[in-house]
């Protein structure tokens, strides 16, 4: 007999008292750098001000916890001293973090949470590492369990990867605790070490396009970009066992081996080659102001999502390349894992009205499709209030 029950009627069991917490966990957006976190490689991210908000409290209920989602109108329970099994759908990401914080030996007890989720779903920033650092950094505070920010970050990426199935990096989870507001982070996803750079775009601002389409290969694929990359270093490892990652990859190396690595594996590891180095170079023309060159290594990105990696598609191609018609528009690609979601642009905050209607209307004529235009600031992290 499983361990979940499903519900759909909003309950009445959650009334605020004096220990009920607030939780604050934002999406994320990434500037450029994709699919380098779990190459051990470079990124930008950082939080949005588009939030998740959690809401707990104790229940009194021995080893009994209820979890309802305002967002789906859908809820679900389980208990604490029985195996956790998975769900169907975002209850995963709930329980992930549940079972990761009960290996760990944590003193949980029977919770209640509420969720009102103001972040779209398969937009392609990151609502799934929202809603896992928020259930963790509410349980944290709520149950006191003294994990450091880090530890949260780690644990909720651990249980995106064993128990949803998804094979991601840190990026998500590290950008949705750790950002600065006004920040955009240079993480090196190996050593963990971050640089915040003030998010002075003069002009112009972040402007997300959401192609509203989420392909089935996203999950499967992403997983497969992994194993390709994965698979050409153990390749390499044989006569350069120095070599651990794509990371430690140089032009040489990768041209010494083009010939034994199979498939799409030298094209997945120059990507990521050229992409490290666009990271790196964003971030110094960002510090200098510099934002048509900045706009132009964001395009530089998406040419090699959509030709070296293969994680884009018709939609998110058409968006791109429509931007690149107007003059102020100084760069854009896809953002997210990719098969769908949102292209990131940066534009001139004044010409944003009359592009959003220009470029809605062609992509509706395009693809019969409505798109969603989300204007976003870079924002900070995980925040908790009591209430």
Request: aromatic residues 10%; charged residues 30%.
């Amino acid at each position: 007999m499983t361990n979940i029950r499903s519900f759909s009627r909003k309950p009445a069991f959650f009334q605020k008292n004096e220990g009920t917490i607030k939780v604050e966990s934002p999406g994320r957006i990434n500037l450029i750098g994709e699919h380098t976190d779990y190459n051990d490689g470079f990124v930008m991210p950082t939080a949005i001000d588009k939030k998740i908000i959690l809401r707990f409290q104790k229940n009194q209920i021995e080893n009994f916890c209820r979890i309802y989602s305002e967002t789906f109108s859908k809820g679900f329970e389980f208990h604490l001293d029985k195996k956790i099994e998975k769900g169907s759908g975002w209850e995963n990401y709930v329980l992930g973090v549940v079972q990761e914080l009960l290996g760990k030996n944590a003193k949980l007890e029977g919770f209640d949470c509420i969720i009102e989720s103001k972040l779209p779903v398969g937009a392609g920033i990151s609502s799934s590492a929202a809603l896992e650092c928020g259930i963790a950094s509410g349980l944290n505070h709520l149950f006191d369990l003294g994990l450091e920010d880090l530890e949260i970050v780690k644990l909720s990426q651990k249980a995106e990867n064993d128990f949803v199935g998804s094979n991601c990096g840190i990026m998500d989870q590290y950008s949705s605790v750790m950002s600065k507001k006004d920040h955009i982070i240079l993480l090196d996803c190996r050593s963990l070490e971050a640089e915040y750079i003030p998010a002075h775009f003069q002009n112009c601002k972040l402007l997300l396009l959401n192609t509203n389409v989420s392909h089935n290969l996203a999950d499967s694929d992403y997983n497969s970009r992994r194993e390709e990359c994965e698979a050409a270093i153990r390749i390499i490892q044989k006569s350069k066992p120095e070599i651990r990652s794509a990371r430690d990859l140089n032009f040489d190396t990768l041209e010494e081996f083009k010939e034994e690595l199979e498939g799409k594996m030298y094209e997945r590891c120059l990507y990521v080659l050229k992409e490290n180095g666009r990271v790196l170079e964003a971030a110094k023309t960002l510090k200098s102001g510099n934002l048509r060159d900045f706009g132009k290594l964001m395009y530089e990105s998406h040419e090699g999502l959509q030709h070296n990696y293969e994680v884009s598609c018709q939609e998110l191609d058409f968006l791109v390349a429509f931007s690149r018609e107007k003059d102020f528009i100084y760069g854009s690609r896809m953002m997210g894992g990719g098969f769908g979601g949102c292209t990131i642009n940066l534009i001139e905050e004044d010409k944003i009205d009359a592009y959003v209607e220009e470029v809605s209307s062609a992509y509706f004529s395009k693809f019969n499709i409505e798109l969603d235009a989300i204007s976003v600031r870079p924002g900070e992290g995980t925040k908790i209030y009591k209430e």
